[in-house]
């Protein structure tokens, strides 16, 4: 991945095929838990918007796939992001592994009540 991207899509397709499989898969999760959602490239990688507001961010990376931020949570969602916290505001999911997009659906869906933006 190098330059700069007008579009989500163009994002995705400077990625290996495996790679964009799974930046797909996360799209298309983020966007069941967001249906009426808009997309745009911010700080040069796809952000999900509702309502003109980023609700979420993914990227993809040589290794891993992330998913930002990481909204605050109760014990039990703290116990099922642990796994796969790089960081505070950062989620990292090994490409070598497989990706639990019920995760990044759980976490959308708390990014999402948490901007008041829900559907």
Do not use: N
């Not at 642990?82 to 995760?103: D, N």
């Amino acid at each position: 991945m190098s330059g700069t991207f007008a579009t989500v899509d163009e994002y995705i397709g400077s990625f290996p095929p495996e790679t964009q499989e799974v930046l797909q898969e996360m799209r298309r999760t983020i966007h069941r838990v967001v249906p009426d959602a808009g997309e745009k490239i911010s700080y040069q990688i796809p952000a999900v918007t509702a309502q003109g507001r980023v609700i979420v961010y993914f990227a993809g990376w040589k290794h891993h796939v992330s998913l930002y931020p990481v909204p605050d949570g109760d014990e039990d969602f703290e116990r099922l992001v642990a796994p796969y916290r790089a960081s505070k505001g950062t989620l990292k999911f090994l490409l070598k592994e497989p990706v639990p997009y019920g995760v990044i659906e759980t976490v959308s869906r708390r990014l999402l009540d948490q901007h008041g933006a829900s559907a």
